[in-house]
């Protein structure tokens, strides 16, 4: 990952996450709308607008690839078949429940930085880098390894905008993307132990 020069806000390594705080647009397409009316004092939580906007595109990438998940999971869960059926079924359920939880996390802090939450399948499909679940359900352990690159993608995403977030100084957004590699991580290892010999 590229470290970036706090003082000097330039990149170091080439990753254009780091880029002066700025996230990178993913085809092109803005999500993260700025919320607000002229009634509502301005915003001022110690993040200064720009960075706000940065970090809540990064955020909204998150929450579209985290809800991209929780749909597969859910599937999996309704679709899983074979003889592993009833341990998948319950491990599926598990799964999908925790991320369901964490996409309303998500969603509050885009809101708390003062921007709309993507919250269609028409927005999240602009930007999210997860597959859509396969029309036709595949077999069980072609579930889990779906899953597992799944995680690990969430994972990548969420990790590329912590540096975006420590920069503008936002350490409850750096701290739960944190925890949400985490969680990420560790189902991602316990979905790959189940393919291996």
Known sequence: ?????????????????????????????????????????????????????AIAEGLSRVLADTYTLYLTTHNFHWNVTGPHFNSLHAMFM????????????IAERIRALGHYAPG?????????TVPDV??????????????VKGHETVSRIARE???????AGDDPTADMLTARCTVHDQTAWMLRSLLED
């Open 94 to 105: 598990e799964q999908y429940t925790e991320l369901w939880g964490s996409t309303d996390i």
């Open 161 to 167: 905008f912590i540096p975006v977030a420590q920069e």
């Open 1 to 53: 990952m590229a470290k970036v020069d706090k003082k000097s806000k330039s990149v170091i390594g080439n990753s254009p996450a780091a880029s002066a705080g700025k996230v990178p647009k993913q085809g092109g397409t803005l999500v993260a709308r700025e919320s607000g009316s002229g009634n509502a004092p301005m915003i001022n939580i110690g993040i200064d607008r720009e960075d706000r906007a």
């Open 134 to 147: 396969p029309q036709d359900p595949p077999k069980a352990m072609e579930m889990v390894r779906i899953l």
């Open 120 to 128: 269609s399948y028409a927005e999240f499909s602009k930007i999210a």
